[in-house]
């Protein structure tokens, strides 16, 4: 079965510099939810899609941004990085009206 | 948004069936109870999901009271690659983004 896609898996910057990254759902689910894990923590609630329309918003800092496109793939766009940006980024995606969430490898960023 | 509180770590042994109970004291009507199982570096993995009484699919059970407040993840038989954190979420689709990760459970099973 088709699983979420996240590109690219390991993303290297540095202070300052702006980073894209990318999130293809799974076919016919329309929401798109966005996750920062650091290193030993707990994945953390940044953002999240509903039919191209932000639905909810959490602790995503303002540097971040993110859309979701008429295809439904969505990108977390983030700029002046800071070193502890570093962390394993998530994506996941799910049918509206439905609880469950299917996360991707995720993206690993390093900031130096 | 209500909120969960688990075991911070477990340890079992090979065969053995595990057990891990979520308390959610603050379940509202809506809620359903969720559990995701994520290994190190990879993105949590969707387990079983149940609203009343009991769930089952090929690799948990899900047992839940009358009351709502708790619920037990019920693994059968473990081997060592369900060494895992097993996180148990509870929200609804309105808010799915916002049922946190808290702390899950550790779990490491032994040889």
């Known amino acids: 079965a088709a699983g979420v896609i996240q590109s690219p898996r390991h993303l290297i910057k540095e202070k300052r510099e702006t980073a894209t990254l990318k999130c293809y759902p799974i076919?016919?689910?329309?929401?798109v939810y966005w996750y920062q894990q650091g290193p030993g923590q707990d994945p953390q609630f940044l953002i999240s899609?509903?039919?191209?329309?932000?639905?909810d918003k959490g602790s995503i800092p303002d540097r971040f941004s993110a859309q979701q496109f008429s295809d439904y793939h969505s990108e977390l766009n983030m700029s002046s990085l800071e070193l502890g940006d570093s962390a394993l980024y998530f994506c996941?995606?799910?049918?509206?009206?439905?609880?469950?969430?299917?996360f991707g490898p995720g993206t690993r960023l390093t900031v130096t | 948004l209500a909120k969960t509180t688990q075991p911070i770590s477990m340890d079992s042994y090979e065969g053995q069936e595990v057990n891990i109970t979520c308390s959610h004291n603050?379940?509202?009507?809506?809620?359903?109870i969720t559990w995701y199982q994520q290994f190190p570096s990879q993105g949590p993995r969707f387990i079983i999901q149940?609203?009343?009484t009991k769930v089952t699919n090929e690799v948990a059970s899900l047992f839940i009271p009358a009351d709502r407040k708790s619920s037990t993840l019920s693994l059968p038989r473990v081997s060592l690659s369900d060494t895992a954190v097993y996180y148990c979420?509870?929200?609804?689709?309105?808010?799915?983004?916002?049922?946190?990760f808290g702390d899950g459970t550790t779990l490491t099973v032994k040889p």
């Open positions: 996941a995606s799910a049918t509206s009206g439905r609880y469950e969430q299917y």
């Open positions: 076919p016919r689910h329309d929401t």
């Open positions: 899609f509903y039919e191209k329309m932000q639905s």
């Open positions: 603050n379940i509202a009507t809506n809620d359903y």
């Open positions: 149940g609203y009343k």
């Open positions: 979420l509870v929200g609804d689709y309105t808010n799915a983004g916002k049922s946190t």
